[in-house]
């Protein structure tokens, strides 16, 4: 579908592509946002699952990582 998750390297999302970027400030914080993250920008807070044999909830958080806060903090600055 044309749409990787940022640092997906096995479907492109390690790179600008498909042309969605057209604007040249929004590209350059892509490709700094590319270089601070380099795995795929996908997170969890929370996941929980029943266990299959002893049918006890499992529950696990997670704050978020440091470069997912920096990537969030270079986001809503607009790049600055």
Do not use: W
């Not at 390297?9 to 490709?31: E, F, P």
């Amino acid at each position: 579908m044309h749409h990787p998750l940022l640092g997906d390297t096995t479907y492109g999302g390690d790179v600008i592509a498909y042309g969605g970027i057209r604007n040249t400030t929004q590209k350059s914080l892509a490709l700094r946002c590319l270089e601070v993250m380099n795995r795929q920008a996908l997170h969890a807070r929370t996941l929980g699952f029943t266990h299959p044999q002893t049918g006890e909830r499992l529950e696990f958080e997670a704050e978020l990582p440091a470069d997912f806060k920096q990537i969030m903090a270079m986001v809503s600055s607009g790049g600055k």
